[in-house]
């Protein structure tokens, strides 16, 4: 897992350059943290693993409410190559905001991790922390699956 983090950690700065300064804080806290430093926080990370991919989505919420900042990355870990093309995916759970999405990959990543969602929300109330259900499809279509990604041991 250590690997795969370190691995999601290098793409995303990789990708800091894309964007203003509030998309590319280079941990989820770092702009929600400077704006509520009145209040406490709280760091949540979620992580699981499929047959082809593994994911961990992390979000960081003021205790009182406030700007969420979440992030989702997947680690290709099938056989053959990552994969190209149009990669969907699709996300809720009970203490998040739900979310879907795609990309367009031209080429695969090295090392196989996809950022997928990088956000801040507006004003958000956290409720206790569940699990998350990642829905991902790929090659055209064709291929897809379900990972039930369950709070992280902290």
């Known amino acids: 897992m250590y690997k795969r983090l370190m691995a999601a950690l290098g793409i995303m700065a990789l990708l800091g350059g894309c964007g203003n300064a509030t998309e590319n804080a280079s941990e989820p806290q770092a702009q929600t943290a400077k704006s509520d430093t009145a209040q406490t926080s709280d760091m949540r990370d979620y992580e699981g ?21 979440a992030r989702l ?4 870990e099938g056989t053959g190559p990552a994969p190209v093309g149009e990669v969907k995916y699709s996300y809720y759970g009970v203490d998040i905001e739900s979310g879907s999405g795609g990309m367009v990959v031209k080429k695969a990543p090295e090392n ?11 004003e ?12 991902l499809i790929w090659n055209n279509g064709k291929r897809s699956e379900t990972i039930r990604l369950e709070p992280a041991e902290g």
């Open 49 to 69: 693993e499929g047959e082809a991919w593994s994911a961990e989505y992390s979000m960081y919420v003021p205790e009182d409410g406030g700007r969420l900042r």
């Open 73 to 76: 990355t997947a680690s290709y």
């Open 124 to 135: 958000y109330r956290p409720d206790d922390a569940g699990s998350v259900e990642l829905l």
């Open 112 to 122: 196989g991790v996809y950022l997928l969602r990088d956000l801040v929300t507006t």
